[in-house]
């Protein structure tokens, strides 16, 4: 079971390398202009769409509301695998830039792709912080929607109860633009591929429910801590039931 676990593994990093590379050259192109950039993040949905397919990992969502491609919100998931990244294109069909971590800037092609395309953050500095929360917000005037995950990266040391207390962030943004927050919970990609070592990725269902979104019109920032808690409500919720 295990080498046949590694055997797996090694065949969906192949893929996931192989396809990146295949598909690069079409995304380094979209980039160079800005007008250019949602065929960009359009290129990224599709390697989503062939890796999954590929390696025989099945999508499934459960939506309980289908954001329009091209609308506005902050879209926001629970974190527990690094596979929720992957995952997120394919699950959510909207125009949208992650703000994730600074350190991925480091990685070959990659890095370039997700500097041009998406926001940068180092949790460690505040600057940053501020800075990143800065771009979201005219991020989403621009009409451009933003997924974050508040819990702040992989943090939880309890399966599958989201990691307390959550990053403000997404929440102050949401209210600060009166665009729509929408719950995403993401029941089984920790299972697929847990944070552990050593690294290992079990083929199976991604599945997903995407919930309805809760208003932000009329809010103020002092709602932030309500808005935080109906979040981890929904989230929480569905993860209970489907683990």
Same mark, same amino acid.
């Given at each position: 079971?295990? %080498?046949?676990?590694?055997?797996?593994?090694?065949?969906?990093?192949?893929?996931?390398?192989?396809?990146?590379?295949?598909?690069?050259?079409?995304?380094?192109? #979209?980039?160079?202009?800005?007008?250019?950039?949602?065929?960009?993040?359009?290129?990224?949905?599709?390697?989503?769409?062939? #890796? #999954?397919?590929?390696?025989? %990992?099945?999508? /499934?969502?459960?939506?309980?509301?289908?954001?329009?491609?091209? *609308?506005?919100?902050?879209?926001?998931?629970? !974190?527990?695998?690094?596979?929720? %990244?992957?995952?997120?294109?394919?699950?959510? @069909?909207?125009?949208?830039?992650?703000?994730?971590?600074?350190?991925? /800037?480091?990685?070959?092609?990659?890095?370039?792709?997700?500097?041009?395309? !998406?926001?940068?953050? &180092?949790?460690?500095?505040?600057?940053?912080?501020?800075?990143?929360?800065?771009?979201?917000?005219?991020?989403?005037?621009? *009409?451009? =929607?933003?997924?974050?995950?508040?819990? *702040? *990266? %992989?943090?939880?040391?309890?399966?599958?109860?989201?990691? $307390?207390?959550? +990053?403000?962030?997404?929440?102050?943004?949401?209210?600060?633009?009166?665009?729509?927050?929408?719950?995403?919970?993401? $029941?089984?990609?920790?299972?697929?591929?847990?944070?552990? =070592?050593?690294?290992?990725?079990?083929?199976?269902?991604?599945?997903?429910?995407?919930?309805?979104?809760?208003?932000?019109?009329?809010?103020? +920032? &002092?709602?932030?801590?309500?808005?935080?808690?109906?979040?981890?409500?929904?989230? +929480?919720?569905?993860? +209970? /039931?489907? @683990?």
């Amino acid at each position: 079971m295990r %080498i046949l676990l590694l055997l797996y593994t090694a065949w969906c990093a192949f893929w996931f390398v192989t396809l990146f590379l295949l598909l690069f050259p079409f995304t380094w192109l #979209f980039l160079q202009k800005e007008e250019w950039k949602p065929y960009a993040h359009y290129v990224n949905r599709l390697w989503g769409k062939f #890796f #999954f397919a590929i390696v025989g %990992i099945r999508i /499934k969502v459960e939506n309980r509301f289908k954001p329009e491609p091209r *609308g506005t919100y902050v879209l926001c998931a629970n !974190h527990f695998s690094y596979l929720d %990244i992957a995952s997120m294109g394919v699950i959510v @069909n909207n125009y949208y830039v992650f703000v994730g971590k600074h350190g991925v /800037k480091k990685v070959p092609l990659f890095g370039y792709m997700f500097a041009k395309l !998406h926001i940068q953050v &180092d949790r460690e500095k505040g600057h940053s912080r501020a800075y990143s929360l800065n771009k979201s917000i005219k991020t989403l005037a621009s *009409g451009r =929607s933003v997924m974050i995950f508040p819990e *702040g *990266g %992989i943090a939880t040391k309890n399966l599958p109860h989201l990691h $307390l207390p959550l +990053q403000k962030g997404a929440f102050i943004m949401a209210i600060q633009q009166q665009v729509p927050l929408v719950p995403i919970s993401l $029941l089984t990609n920790h299972h697929l591929l847990p944070d552990e =070592s050593p690294f290992r990725i079990r083929p199976g269902v991604v599945q997903a429910v995407v919930h309805e979104p809760i208003a932000t019109t009329g809010l103020t +920032q &002092d709602d932030v801590p309500a808005l935080m808690q109906r979040w981890a409500e929904v989230v +929480q919720g569905a993860m +209970q /039931k489907g @683990n």
